[in-house]
């Protein structure tokens, strides 16, 4: 069983940044893929960034050239380095992780929000 916990989160300004972390506990050698989504009101939660199976990072075109993905595997962490953040940026950000065994685990989301 996988456990995923978000954090970084916060109020910032338009044009700022912030990194966020996603922890990760369990079993974590089933993981297969790993990334980040987020959910705005209103609207799907959508794919910002993954890493795939293969260890490339795909990202939404939205935050291309602003966002990172990155990871840490001797800490089991995984972080999105957000630049020159944007209010259309404001969600709450999950981290989701695929298992080998087929399901996928979320983690309990992170406020960001990008206002003036």
């Known amino acids: 069983q996988v456990q995923l916990v978000e954090s970084g989160g916060g109020l910032v300004q338009p044009g700022g940044s912030l990194r966020l972390s996603c922890v990760a506990s369990g079993s974590i050698f089933s993981i297969t893929t790993v990334g980040w989504y987020r959910q705005a009101p209103g609207k799907q939660r959508e794919l910002v960034a993954v890493f795939t199976s293969s260890g490339s990072a795909n990202y939404a075109d939205s935050v291309r050239g602003r966002f990172t993905i990155s990871r840490d595997n001797g800490k089991n962490t995984v972080f999105l380095q957000m630049n020159s953040l944007k209010p259309e940026d404001t969600a709450v950000y999950y981290c989701?992780?695929?298992?080998?065994?087929?399901?996928?685990?979320w983690g309990q989301g992170t406020q960001v929000t990008v206002s003036s």
């Open positions: 989701n992780a695929r298992t080998s065994y087929g399901y996928q685990r």
